[in-house]
């Protein structure tokens, strides 16, 4: 450690690496992050002022939007930025926040599908009995036990020692640049950080696998057809949003890495970090009636709105 001089800020060179495709990338990234914005709170919105959706599936749902919303924004805001500066520099104190809330956020979107799965189950299995079994106390504890676990596995990564190279190949404080800046990084970190991840990530995933695994024995029991295809399709959305996540987090996450691949990385990253978040709503919206018919109200109610004010201000004129 004598050798090493310590690190007090990082360079996220990212970016830098594509300079011909920065202007579009800045184009895409800010008008899929207003999207974003737009369709996770109009959902946030929909559910909290519809009483017919206050029901554990909705409440989950929720929770999931406003943690989308809140990883894209530890994200995207500081990426756009970095698109238009020269100076990409970040302090330590700073990388640390961002992937403190980054990964501790994944982590939770990962154990609210996890509980999703478990509440489409309950559903299915105890109908008659499933808002006693799924209270929102229980919604509210699952939520926070996801947060607390995901807390915990970043504090632990961050109690590595950085030294000497300060650039980080990346375009946000991301685990694997991150760690492969420590001077003390060995191979007994590496598989430890891959464990971790692979905890949040597999553990999770094989969570909500054993929920339809149940969810399909009870479904292919039922004697008519009508009852199997409604029971799957309270479903459908939530597979489809598993596969697309789990797909994306498991290339970024679980596949070996080497040197040479960072640039293919970061490009599936930002495919992560910005189009998972965006298809998430868009699958919920055109998959659930209940859901079209509480944003259609959120839209009428906002044009009404808007009608409203440019009356008034052609009044006063």
């Known amino acids: 450690m004598d050798n090493h001089t310590t690190v007090s800020t990082f360079l996220l060179w990212g970016f830098s690496s594509f300079p011909d495709l920065q202007d579009l990338l800045f184009v895409m990234v800010f008008f899929s992050h207003v999207t974003i914005l737009a369709a996770n709170v109009s959902i946030m919105v929909a559910i909290k002022l519809n009483h017919r959706l206050h029901i554990p599936m909705y409440f989950f749902l929720c929770g999931l939007s406003f943690s989308e919303t809140c990883t894209t924004m530890v994200i995207i805001p500081r990426m756009l930025v970095d698109l238009l500066s020269d100076s990409k520099s970040i302090s330590i104190f700073e990388c640390a926040t961002q992937m403190f809330f980054f990964f501790g956020l994944s982590g939770n979107n990962c154990f609210i599908m996890a509980a999703m799965s478990y509440d489409r189950y309950m559903a299915i299995h105890n109908p008659l009995h499933y808002s006693i ?59 430890a950080i891959f464990v971790l991840s692979a905890f949040v990530l597999v553990g999770s995933f094989i969570l909500i696998m054993i929920s339809y695994v149940f969810i399909g024995s009870i479904v292919m029991k039922m004697p008519s057809a009508k009852g199997r295809y409604k029971a799957f399709s309270t479903c459908s959305s939530h597979l489809t949003v598993v596969c697309i996540h789990y797909g994306f987090a498991g290339f970024v996450y679980l596949r070996p890495k080497s040197r040479d ?16 978040p965006l298809l998430n709503p868009i699958v919920y919206s055109l998959r659930n009636k209940e859901m079209q018919i509480a944003l259609r109200k959120i839209v009428d109610s906002a044009n009404r709105f808007i009608l409203q004010m440019v009356n008034k201000r052609t009044l006063n004129i």
Request: hydrophobic share 50%.
């Open 133 to 191: 079994l799924m209270t929102r106390k229980i919604c509210f504890q699952l939520m926070m036990a996801a947060w607390l676990v995901s807390m915990c596995i970043v504090t632990i990564v961050f109690n590595l020692s950085f030294c000497d190279s300060n650039t980080i190949q990346h375009f946000f404080c991301d685990i694997s640049p991150v760690v492969c800046l420590a001077c003390d990084y060995t191979l007994s970190y590496e598989m």
């Open 261 to 276: 691949s960072f640039r293919e990385v970061m490009l599936m990253a930002v495919t992560y970090t910005v189009l998972t």
